[in-house]
Structures are given as structure tokens and as C-alpha cells.
């Protein structure tokens, strides 16, 4: 049976985003959608691919990844001043890199159809 280490950081990162945004942001909704989606990819990541999903991704992939998600977070702190969308940024990029990466659930799903 696979780890559920991908539900329990999912659970609280959607914790920690919701106390943020109801605490500081003071944007329950969006706190909540954003909370929410933050929840569901971690669901999904250990689901489609249990264990360890992000040795799937070359280390190149990796690194440019972390670069855009730390540039994003950056910027929507430094100079945007809206942290939650960054958070939206950062989690749409790692989704993206993680699902399209050549060893990634796209491509194994591709892959069985052929």
C-alpha cells in the first residue's frame, strides 16, 4: 500500500494556506478554493504516482521548476504583495512540470493507449 506522505503535506499546506488567508489575507474564499486545489494535487500525486512522484522528473526539469516557482513566490511577495497568488502560481507550475514530464502520468497514459 503506498505511503500517504503526499495526503499528509496536501493537508497541511491546505491548513496552513486556509489560516493565512482567513488570519492575513482576510480572503476566506479564495483561501478555501486555493486550500482546496493545494489539497487535491497532493491527492492526485499519490494516487497516480505513489512513492516518490518527483524522481520521475529529470534533474534539470527539477531545478528549472524550482527556479520559476521560487522567482514566482518572489514576485508575488516582493512586488505583487499577494501571496496567495503566488501560491496558485507556484502549485500550477509544479503540476504542469510533474504532470508533462517524458516519465510522468501523462506519458505512462499515453503510453498503455498505444
Request: glycine fraction near 0%; charge should be positive; hydrophobic fraction near 75%.
Given at each position: 500500500m503506498p505511503s500517504t506522505y503526499w495526503e499528509r503535506v496536501g493537508l497541511v499546506l491546505a491548513v496552513l494556506i486556509l489560516a493565512?488567508?482567513?488570519?492575513v489575507a482576510q480572503n476566506v474564499l479564495f483561501g478555501l478554493f486555493l486550500a482546496a486545489v493545494?489539497?487535491?494535487?497532493?491527492w492526485l500525486m499519490h494516487?497516480?504516482?505513489p512513492g516518490r512522484p518527483f524522481e520521475e522528473m529529470s534533474r534539470e526539469r527539477t531545478i528549472a521548476t524550482g527556479l520559476?516557482?521560487?522567482a514566482a513566490l518572489a514576485y508575488a511577495v516582493l512586488i505583487a504583495a499577494n501571496v496567495l497568488l503566488g501560491i496558485v502560481v507556484a502549485a500550477t507550475v509544479v503540476f504542469v512540470a510533474w504532470v508533462t514530464n517524458p516519465y510522468g502520468p501523462v506519458?505512462?497514459?499515453?503510453g498503455r493507449r498505444t
Open positions: 493565512y488567508a482567513v488570519v493545494v489539497y487535491l494535487l497532493a494516487h497516480v504516482s520559476v516557482v521560487v506519458a505512462r497514459w499515453l
